[in-house]
């Protein structure tokens, strides 16, 4: 006589999983996307202006496009799309003149509209030039960046002015900087950080990351200590270290550009202070007492350029605000050390070079990312559906864009 029993069966295992997807409406840039659109209403920059020289051309990607940088022997700066319309050749081996760029293969030159001035090769140096034009992009300059606008010629808005970068104090300048922050800085210019925009983007809407990774997992990475174990004596952390409970503390909440967030925070006595990041429609954030402005640039769907602005003292630069780990800068560590200590680039490029939103579980603690995917959804709409988007200004005079993020004050001034 046999006996049967019921066989257990392991349930929850990683058989059967679907493939890795995400927000389309987010995270894709190029051309004709819902978010790649959205993007081109707004200026975006794409290099540091003393970068760019008139020795020679200098390539640009940027939201899915191939694009040629290069400012003539007068100074102006032009943005072309990198193949030239007569052949196709690439402008990226042009020549720079006093007027414009002079193409390698037949030496057709354009200026920095795209006006075709001359055709060597033609008769009268091309009696039909003045049909042809090269595919350009308006440019201007501010703050220290070169700025592009790629959007509708009709829905071109002016170049903003930012409240907090105007009137500096005599000793004052801004600082920029590029991908240093994620640990590029040992890499040429402009090389990107090889992910998804929207994986750094969201970062600054992450409070709970901040005493976490920052903290308790790798070092005191704001000071470049190991870490400082307090045993029941909360009062001696610093204040960025508090995690417990944290998800329920955070304060996140609309801005007129986007979504702002941050923790009290228990300063020892002095009491409990708040500062808040702000994330605004699409890809610009300011982080609280660290830095006043920062893109995060699509050049494609997997790498972005990161440019950072931020008012410094006389004699201060970003080396002054450079994440430690045990003592030592990104670029210093060892691949052992990158594992034992880990910041920002691994753990968003770790998550992939796209990202998988049909895998995650978000919790309380990223109420300001949802609120953050929300309103990047909603100017999608706007756009899709004839309306600008949040924060484009048209008027010449129009004042200069007011954030909605603080340094830290006492928590009953915070708004």
């Given at each position: 006589?046999?006996?049967t029993?019921?066989?257990?069966?392991?349930?929850g295992?990683?058989y059967?999983?679907?493939p890795?997807s995400y927000k389309?409406?987010?995270?894709?840039?190029g051309?004709?996307?819902?978010?790649?659109?959205?993007?081109?209403?707004?200026?975006?920059?794409?290099?540091?202006?003393?970068?760019l020289?008139?020795e020679?051309?200098?390539k640009?990607?940027?939201?899915?496009e191939?694009?040629i940088?290069?400012r003539d022997?007068?100074?102006?700066l032009?943005l072309?799309?990198?193949?030239?319309?007569?052949?196709?050749s690439?402008?990226?081996f042009?020549?720079?003149?006093?007027d414009?760029i002079?193409?390698c293969y037949?030496?057709?030159?354009?200026d920095?509209?795209?006006?075709?001035l001359?055709?060597?090769a033609?008769?009268?140096?091309g009696?039909?030039r003045?049909k042809?034009?090269?595919p350009?992009y308006p440019?201007?300059?501010?703050?220290?960046l070169a700025?592009?606008?790629?959007?509708?010629?009709?829905?071109?808005?002016?170049?903003?002015r930012?409240e907090h970068?105007e009137?500096?104090e005599?000793?004052?300048?801004?600082e920029?900087?590029?991908?240093?922050i994620?640990?590029?800085?040992d890499v040429?210019p402009?090389?990107?950080?090889h992910?998804?925009?929207?994986?750094a983007?969201?970062?600054?809407?992450d409070?709970?990351?901040?005493p976490?990774?920052?903290?308790?997992?790798?070092?005191?990475?704001?000071?470049g200590?190991?870490?400082l174990?307090?045993?029941g004596?909360?009062?001696?952390?610093?204040p960025?270290?508090?995690i417990?409970?944290?998800?329920?503390?955070?304060?996140?909440?609309r801005?007129?550009?986007?979504?702002?967030?941050?923790?009290?925070?228990?300063v020892p006595?002095q009491?409990?202070?708040?500062?808040s990041n702000?994330?605004?429609?699409?890809?610009?954030?300011?982080?609280?007492?660290?830095?006043d402005?920062?893109?995060?640039v699509p050049?494609?769907?997997?790498?972005f350029l990161?440019f950072?602005?931020?008012?410094?003292?006389?004699g201060q630069t970003?080396?002054?605000?450079?994440?430690?780990?045990?003592g030592?800068?990104?670029?210093?560590?060892?691949?052992e050390e990158?594992r034992a200590?880990p910041?920002?680039?691994?753990?968003?490029s770790?998550?992939?070079q796209?990202?998988?939103h049909?895998?995650?579980h978000?919790?309380?603690g990223d109420?300001?990312?949802?609120?953050?995917?929300?309103r990047l959804?909603?100017?999608v709409?706007?756009?899709?559906?004839?309306?600008?988007?949040?924060?484009?200004?048209?008027?010449?005079?129009?004042?200069?864009?007011?954030?909605?993020?603080?340094?830290?004050?006492?928590?009953n001034d915070?708004?």
């Amino acid at each position: 006589m046999s006996v049967t029993t019921e066989r257990e069966i392991d349930t929850g295992t990683a058989y059967g999983l679907k493939p890795r997807s995400y927000k389309v409406e987010l995270v894709e840039v190029g051309p004709g996307t819902p978010m790649g659109e959205l993007m081109r209403r707004y200026w975006q920059p794409f290099a540091v202006s003393k970068d760019l020289t008139s020795e020679k051309p200098h390539k640009v990607r940027l939201l899915g496009e191939n694009l040629i940088a290069f400012r003539d022997k007068q100074g102006r700066l032009g943005l072309v799309h990198e193949n030239c319309c007569h052949r196709g050749s690439s402008l990226y081996f042009g020549r720079v003149e006093e007027d414009g760029i002079r193409c390698c293969y037949h030496g057709w030159k354009f200026d920095v509209k795209g006006y075709c001035l001359d055709q060597p090769a033609e008769v009268d140096g091309g009696r039909n030039r003045a049909k042809i034009r090269q595919p350009w992009y308006p440019v201007e300059e501010r703050y220290g960046l070169a700025y592009a606008y790629m959007g509708p010629p009709e829905k071109k808005p002016v170049l903003p002015r930012w409240e907090h970068l105007e009137n500096l104090e005599e000793d004052e300048h801004i600082e920029i900087l590029w991908n240093t922050i994620f640990g590029t800085r040992d890499v040429e210019p402009y090389n990107p950080l090889h992910f998804n925009w929207l994986q750094a983007f969201e970062n600054t809407m992450d409070s709970p990351h901040l005493p976490w990774l920052h903290y308790w997992h790798s070092c005191d990475q704001f000071t470049g200590l190991p870490l400082l174990r307090v045993d029941g004596d909360d009062d001696k952390l610093p204040p960025y270290a508090h995690i417990k409970n944290l998800a329920g503390q955070i304060v996140a909440a609309r801005t007129e550009l986007g979504v702002k967030q941050g923790v009290p925070m228990p300063v020892p006595g002095q009491g409990i202070f708040l500062a808040s990041n702000e994330a605004m429609v699409p890809n610009i954030a300011v982080v609280a007492s660290l830095i006043d402005l920062m893109y995060f640039v699509p050049q494609s769907d997997t790498s972005f350029l990161n440019f950072i602005l931020k008012r410094a003292k006389k004699g201060q630069t970003f080396d002054n605000f450079n994440e430690m780990h045990f003592g030592k800068t990104w670029w210093e560590m060892t691949e052992e050390e990158h594992r034992a200590s880990p910041g920002d680039f691994e753990a968003q490029s770790s998550i992939g070079q796209l990202p998988a939103h049909n895998y995650e579980h978000l919790s309380q603690g990223d109420v300001a990312i949802g609120l953050l995917r929300r309103r990047l959804e909603e100017a999608v709409r706007d756009v899709q559906e004839g309306r600008d988007p949040v924060g484009v200004q048209f008027e010449a005079d129009a004042p200069p864009l007011r954030i909605g993020a603080h340094d830290m004050i006492p928590w009953n001034d915070a708004a």
